[in-house]
């Protein structure tokens, strides 16, 4: 199995433009999470799925996040517009069950967003 | 919110040392989980405990689970190079279903 994969592994793009990341989770997997991680913040979870249904996106940091997961094997999150705050590396993770259910993350290797 | 908190932020230990972060909730996990992740990488999933006062061995790592279900433990005897990264604890509170990160503990082993 490739693994949970990430694309682009880099941005770099400047304030005000929209910035798009997309994950493809392991087959199988019915759960897809996308994480934060800053150094000031650490892994914050942004969103999540259940075969596609967004089912918990209180961690969005404000409107100008969005994530989409149109089919299993494909999710987006898209800033419109992007801000330097936004700056960090975002990473993509599935499981195939709730962390309550006793559910490992596997993690993509992650989409460094620089905003500039 | 759910809060995990982890201590220390950071440590460096000569190879040959043992090493050990801690990790504390206010509230009830159902769960813990740990994971490690090297520099420029990404979370790797270690191990899972589930029951109070558990303990789990993995070669040179020992997790432990308190009574209480509220604070777990990693500790690493004799450090290698090869246990550089940054050591994640998430936990699951009583009536959440997703887990909750604890900041790292970042590890340097020095030759």
């Known amino acids: 199995d490739a693994g949970v994969i990430q694309s682009p592994r880099h941005e770099v793009t400047e304030m005000g433009q929209e910035v798009t990341l997309r994950c493809k989770p392991i087959?199988?997997?019915?759960?897809l999470f996308w994480y934060r991680q800053t150094m000031m913040r650490g892994l914050e979870l942004l969103i999540y799925f259940n075969n596609n249904v967004p089912i918990d996106d209180s961690g969005m940091p404000e409107d100008r996040f969005s994530a989409k997961m149109p089919n299993a094997s494909f999710s987006t999150l898209k800033i419109q517009p992007s801000e330097p705050r936004d700056s960090a590396v975002y990473f993509c993770a599935s499981s195939p069950r709730l962390a309550r259910g006793a559910g490992e993350l596997f993690f993509g290797e992650g989409s460094r967003l620089t905003v500039l | 919110g759910q809060q995990v908190m982890q201590i220390p932020q950071y440590q460096h230990v000569q190879e040959g040392e043992d090493f050990t972060t801690y990790c504390n909730s206010s509230?009830?996990?159902?769960?813990i989980q740990w994971y490690k992740q090297r520099p420029g990488g990404h979370p790797v999933f270690l191990i899972q405990l589930v029951k109070s006062g558990e303990v789990k061995k993995q070669k040179r790592l020992t997790f432990q689970f308190g009574e209480a279900k509220k604070n777990s433990s990693l500790h690493i005897t004799a450090t290698q190079t090869t246990d550089v990264g940054t050591y994640f604890c998430?936990?699951?509170?009583?009536?959440?279903?997703?887990?909750?990160f604890g900041k790292g503990t970042m590890l340097l082993v020095s030759p």
């Open positions: 087959s199988g997997h019915d759960y």
């Open positions: 998430a936990g699951v509170n009583s009536g959440y279903s997703t887990l909750t």
């Open positions: 509230t009830t996990l159902s769960n």
